[in-house]
């Protein structure tokens, strides 16, 4: 399975239903996280920051409608609504909490599968419109496709995960300047809490790896020891100033 996948968290109490959506997204190019409980949906989302979230309103320890209030607090991470319930008054109220979109069971795959489509072609443009880069970008010999979400090296692809191309991605399009650790938490996670700048090193030493960079060559992304990182631009001869690890 592909890293780079878009990740989409299914929130759904019944478990063959959420066995299906998740065979069914899987063997369409997607990777699934699943949920059985809004707790659990919540803490997936904080952990994984998934692309879309697919959910159930009738959950058993919370009503769904309580989850999309939570992520919306948060994020504009699109939440399609797949659920039993079919009155207009259940479609307007999670809609005017925040749903992208209302699917009632049952549901066909192909109009399942259309939707996931859309939403994640809306998360994608309304992320162009924010400022997230278009095209590619290259730093000596590795090679950003933004929109493939691909990394490459000496024309090899990197499997990074999502998390991890997308730091590269926000780090490319600030190429040259030194971003802080909190700037990088805020835009990757959207949170600052205590253990965020742990999980941003944890990320960035699996990226260096991944990337093939050691001290003195091949390094595309500086420590700034104590401040945050930089991506080397294209005409920058990366020499580490300060420990290139980390």
């Known amino acids: ?133 278009s095209g590619t970008f290259t730093a000596q010999d590795m090679t950003i496709n933004y929109e493939r979400r691909k990394v490459f090296v000496a024309g090899q692809e990197v499997k990074l995960t999502q998390t991890e191309y997308n730091i590269v991605a926000f780090l490319s399009e600030h190429a040259g300047r030194v971003m802080t650790y909190a700037s990088i938490v805020k835009a990757i996670w959207g949170d600052t809490d205590c253990g965020s700048t742990k999980k941003l090193q944890v990320n960035m030493a699996n990226i260096r790896k991944k990337l093939g960079s050691r001290p003195g060559s091949n390094t595309y992304i500086l420590n700034e020891l104590g401040v945050g990182y930089r991506m080397i631009d294209e005409d920058t001869d990366a020499k580490p100033l300060t420990d290139p690890e980390g």
């Open 1 to 133: 399975m592909s890293n780079n996948k878009y990740k989409i968290l299914v929130v759904e109490d019944e478990a063959n239903i959420c066995s299906f959506i998740e065979t069914l997204l899987e063997t369409n190019g997607y990777q699934a996280l699943v949920a059985n409980t809004c707790t659990m949906g919540l803490t997936l989302f904080a952990s994984h920051n998934p692309d879309l979230i697919i959910l159930d309103l009738g959950l058993p320890d919370r009503d769904g409608i309580e989850l999309i209030r939570t992520v919306r607090q948060k994020s504009m991470t699109p939440v399609m609504v797949l659920s039993a319930r079919t009155t207009e008054q259940d479609k307007i109220e999670a809609l005017d909490l925040g749903a992208n979109d209302y699917i009632t069971k049952p549901f066909s795959t192909g109009e399942l599968l259309a939707r996931v489509r859309a939403a994640l072609r809306l998360n994608r443009y309304s992320s162009a419109a924010a400022g997230m880069p």
